[in-house]
């Protein structure tokens, strides 16, 4: 499997599970999102690219910024861009273009946008592609901001993951066994994994023509009821839900056993309480 090939089975799986998705992630993703938006600062009468909009939730929070200007709001998945549409419509905003559009090939004319921003939507693969390209769009005087994962995961989804992986179906389906071989190859690229080091990205920014930039670290805090809770957050991503969906009952009593074992220390009271790190990103053309 290629890069290429592994993007489009990431992107099914978004789709796949877009509804989902955005009822149980997009909510604990806004702290987040509001950041990015604090970042970019938009303005009235801006146009704003949202690279990666996902189930639209960055998209949303930009576009009362910059009315009576707009929100262009591309991604792949199309069953995202589905639930971003009416995720807009049921808000009544009415600002917003939504495209299944490639990042790493914007069709837009350079120098278009104010301003272009990502809440953990660039893309792992390619990433240096969807720079340039953000970088044409935008206008001498633009703004790039963006946030993104840390390459170690924050400790109950690392729990989470390492567990998925040990107790895995050792049969899977052919639609699995391409899943894993796409997240093996996102998480085993040299330049996808530095996605998750401040100081290539911003040394990938560089060459990509941004004169300015800067980042910085945030912490958010995040508590899920219980490790059902998590796994109901985890499944609501396409390749833990079919692992999950795939799992022998055998294998998966262990799995939530020795996952309520890992996630003791995490434990309080209120529920299993951890801490989000994320890398945020500013750059400007000139």
């Known amino acids: 499997?290629?890069?290429?090939?592994?993007?489009?089975?990431?992107?099914?799986?978004?789709?796949?599970?877009?509804?989902?998705?955005?009822?149980?992630?997009?909510?604990?993703?806004?702290?987040?999102?509001?950041?990015?938006?604090r970042l970019a600062d938009p303005k009235a009468n801006e146009l704003f690219l949202d690279v990666g909009t996902g189930t639209g939730l960055l998209a949303c929070l930009l576009a009362p910024r910059v009315l009576p200007q707009g929100?262009?709001?591309?991604?792949?998945?199309?069953?995202?861009?589905?639930?971003?549409?009416?995720?807009?419509?049921?808000?009544?905003?009415?600002?917003?273009?939504?495209?299944?559009l490639d990042s790493r090939n914007i069709v837009y004319r350079g120098k278009?946008?104010?301003?272009?921003?990502?809440?953990?939507?660039?893309?792992?693969?390619?990433?240096?592609?969807?720079?340039?390209?953000?970088?044409?769009v935008l206008k001498p005087s633009g703004r790039f901001v963006f946030s993104e994962w840390p390459t170690?995961?924050?400790?109950?989804?690392?729990?989470?993951?390492?567990?998925?992986?040990?107790?895995?179906?050792?049969?899977?389906?052919?639609?699995?066994?391409?899943?894993?071989?796409?997240?093996?190859?996102?998480?085993?690229?040299?330049?996808?994994?530095?996605?998750?080091?401040?100081?290539a990205v911003l040394e990938a920014l560089r060459v990509q023509g941004f004169d300015r930039r800067e980042t910085m670290k945030r912490q958010f805090p995040v508590r899920f009821a219980n490790p059902e809770d998590l796994v109901r957050f985890g499944a609501s991503y396409g390749w833990y839900e079919r692992e999950l969906r795939e799992m022998p009952a055998d294998r998966r009593k262990a799995f939530d056993a020795e996952l309520a074992a890992r996630l003791g220390p995490l434990t309080t009271p209120a529920g299993i309480e951890d801490t989000w790190t994320v890398n945020f990103f500013v750059a400007h053309p000139e």
């Open 152 to 199: 170690d995961p924050n400790p109950s989804f690392a729990a989470l993951r390492e567990l998925l992986e040990k107790h895995g179906t050792p049969s899977p389906s052919t639609d699995l066994a391409q899943v894993r071989e796409a997240v093996r190859l996102v998480r085993s690229d040299p330049e996808a994994k530095a996605l998750g080091d401040p100081r």
């Open 1 to 37: 499997m290629n890069a290429n090939e592994a993007t489009l089975v990431w992107v099914d799986e978004y789709s796949r599970m877009a509804e989902a998705y955005d009822q149980n992630v997009a909510p604990r993703f806004e702290p987040i999102a509001q950041e990015v938006v």
């Open 112 to 136: 278009l946008f104010d301003g272009a921003a990502s809440n953990l939507g660039v893309p792992a693969l390619g990433y240096d592609r969807v720079f340039h390209e953000v970088y044409r």
């Open 71 to 100: 929100v262009v709001a591309i991604d792949l998945a199309d069953g995202a861009i589905s639930v971003a549409s009416y995720r807009a419509g049921n808000a009544g905003i009415r600002n917003i273009r939504f495209e299944m």
